[in-house]
Structures are given as C-alpha cells and as structure tokens.
C-alpha cells in the first residue's frame, strides 16, 4: 500500500483548488504495482472508504466557516448598529442646524440706524388729516394705560403727546400703503432711550405691530414674510448698545434674537476702539 507522503509527492501542482476525493481517485487510480496486493473489490471498498473520509473532513470544515461567518455577522451588526445610530444623530443635528431661525446668522446693517428728529413730529407731518387723527388715536391708546405713571393729566394733554411724537412713514412690505415707524417723547430715559411702534394702516385704523424701547432702529436689508426686518438699539454707555432683532410673523413682528454690540476692546489695560462694532449674544435678559 502506497503511503500518503508518496501520494503528496505526486499530487499535481495546480493555481485551481483539487478537492480530495478527486486527488485520491486519480492516485488509487494511477498505482500499477509490480504484483497484485488486493483483489479490485477490496481497492473499490478502500476508495470509497478514503473518499468517505475527506468528504467528512470537508463537511465539518464547510460548517465551521459557516458558524464563524455567523459570528463574523453578528459582531458586524453590533459595531454598526450604534454606527448607524450616530448616523441618524448627525443627520437630525444637521437637519436642526439648518431649521434655526435666520436670527443665528444675524447681521446688523449698523450704517443704516435711524433716530428720528424734533421736526419729524406727527404735528408737524404732511399726512392727511384724517390719517393723522387716526395715527394720534393709535399712539394714544398705547400711552393710555400708563397716563399716572407719565403725569398726563387729561385727554387733551394724551392727544398732545401723541401729536408730538416723531414719525416716519415707511412701505416696510412694498405695497404701495407706508407704515407708521414713530418714536415717543414721554417716558424717556437721560440717555435717549424712548417708546418705539410701528403702526399699519388698516380699514379700522393703525394698528400696532411692534411695541418697544430704545433710542435708535435699522431697516434692514432682509425681510421675513414679506416685511423688512427690524433692529431697535437701546443706549447702554458711549461705546455699548443693546441690540433687539424683530422678524414678521405673519401678523405682527416678532423678537428674534438679543445682542449686544461693542465699540472698544480691551487689550491689556488699554481699551482700543472699533471701526465696527463687535456683536455678541446677549447672555442674559434684558
């Protein structure tokens, strides 16, 4: 009987896999020994016998890849699960980043602030009469409810203030019919800051559309919804102001965002001023 190293030996040299079995049968095959040493039935039974046994060996391999790419699977889908879960949390941050309201990329059109003049009085405005009567009432009933607090003793005396207060008249949304942008002259504060409205006619009068505070405001350059925004600026001190950002809703307008807006920095022990000024997030409420 031939050993298995002389069949290794003669086992052909190949780039293609041989199964077993094959390799077997051409060796078996192949022998022509010098005098019989078996009958063929017995070289028949030796054959299947040899083949049964490769054939084993080549099942149990086949099972074992298959229990290991099984494993293989299984710690893909754990490293991956959580892969795809930080996946899905980037994405929906993405998504967030992306709905934030315009107010996160504000910029302040600083060049264009506006305080309006002694001579820009409603008193003293070209507006038609009966526009005029109707922006006085509109102003009056904002400083009606606080007619103790600002020593207006009288109808008369809330009609005057009311005349007195400054105005500018303003198409904030481009429709042919200007709002009403007015300044307060009661209720003041010693470094400038006042009442501020914006009024919009309607087929009952001037409604307000936005009630606030400050010495100055800035038509900006976007709008929201068809109107154009709008930054109020309250006085802080010579070099710092308080900044208020107001969108159109649909309806009236809308704080958006609080900054705060510096001209000087410090630098050491030296403050140095600005040729623009620096905008920050207000960090707290004003």
Known sequence: MVSLSVLRSQQ?????????????WGKL??????????????????ILGFGAFFVTLELLGFRSLNQG???LANGLESVLRPVGAAAEAASALSKLVRSLPASQGFQWNWHDWEELSADQTLRKSNVPKQD????????????RPNM??????????????A???RIKLIDLNHDGVPEVVAQGVVNCSPTGNCPFW???????????LVEEYGQTFTIQKTSTNGFRDIVVSMHGSATESGLTDYRFDGDVY?????????????????????????IAPCTTAR
């Open 254 to 278: 809308r704080e958006t965002g609080c900054y705060n807006a510096s001209w000087t920095v410090l630098e050491g022990e030296n403050l140095r001023e600005l040729k623009e000024p620096r």
């Open 163 to 165: 005349l007195d207060t």
């Open 198 to 208: 914006i009024f919009r006619r309607t087929r009952r009068g001037y409604k307000s």
């Open 69 to 71: 790419m099984d494993r």
């Open 148 to 161: 103790s607090e600002l020593e207006i003793e009288s109808e008369d005396q809330l009609r005057k203030s």
């Open 132 to 143: 005029k009567h109707l922006i006085a009432a509109a102003i009056a009933s904002q400083l």
């Open 12 to 24: 052909p040299q190949s780039d293609k896999p041989i199964s077993h079995v094959t390799v077997l």
């Open 29 to 46: 095959s192949a022998i022509k020994p010098s005098r019989p040493f078996m009958t063929p039935n017995k070289r028949i039974f030796l």
